[in-house]
């Protein structure tokens, strides 16, 4: 089946520090990937949509220059969250449309801890 | 804007019970409907995809519906296992979008 690989699945930074995530889809093609960020005991909430080879499209009240991603190939999408704050701390999930399945398919999660 | 409301929010049942999670969203114009689990501090993991021309589907123990015109959905978890302890998730999907529900969280006990 689909699968998406997401890495690291935890980080522990000092604040003002970037850290960079990673998403890759293995097995399929993802033409678009989403990002998203969880707090505790809250649903996930869309932080943007990345399109390869094109400008990520960010939901209302993200900031498009503190969480920079790129979606340079097929495959592989990555989020860079600069100049990181303690109130960045939160679980972040990729995820990538299946075209095949029509579903979508998420990594594991990456925990980031701004300290 | 479509919004989608578990019910729910929590559940504790004994292990064997047969347990149905609702899952309701405003907007029918969906093009799919998807079940995830996600255990604490992890990913999520999809368990039924419904697409939008479908009534039901069904994985070993689950079975999930959907009923586009009233804007909801179930999730029919059978003779429910300590394993199966989990938040689950409604997501339903747009031309591009997912939106998910708050999920329920279940606990079944030894």
């Known amino acids: 089946g689909a699968v998406v690989s997401q890495h690291p699945s935890w980080v522990i930074c000092k604040s003002g520090t970037s850290v960079k995530i990673e998403c890759r889809s293995l097995d399929f093609q993802a033409t678009t990937m989403f990002w998203y960020r969880q707090f505790p005991k809250q649903s996930l909430m869309l932080m943007a949509t990345s399109n390869e080879g094109s400008k990520a499209t960010y939901e209302q009240g993200v900031e498009k220059d503190k969480f920079l991603i790129n979606h340079a190939s097929l495959t592989l999408s990555t989020l860079t969250v600069t100049s990181a704050h303690p109130e960045d701390s939160s679980f972040y999930i990729c995820s990538a449309s299946n075209t095949e399945s029509r579903g979508y398919t998420f990594g594991s999660g990456t925990r980031l801890t701004v300290v | 804007k479509q919004e989608v409301t578990q019910i729910p929010a929590a559940l504790s049942v004994p292990e064997g019970e047969n347990l149905v999670l609702n899952c309701s969203f405003t907007?029918?114009?969906?093009?799919?409907l998807q079940w995830f689990r996600q255990d604490p501090g992890k990913g999520l993991t999809s368990l039924l995809l419904?697409?939008?021309?479908?009534r039901e589907q069904t994985s070993g123990r689950l079975n999930a519906s959907l009923d586009k015109s009233s804007g909801r959905s179930t999730l029919y978890i059978a003779a429910s296992q300590p394993g199966d302890s989990a938040t689950y998730l409604c997501a339903v999907g747009g031309y591009s979008t997912l939106t998910f529900g708050k999920g329920t969280m279940l606990l079944v006990s030894p």
């Open positions: 419904i697409q939008s021309s479908q």
């Open positions: 907007d029918s114009a969906i093009y799919n």
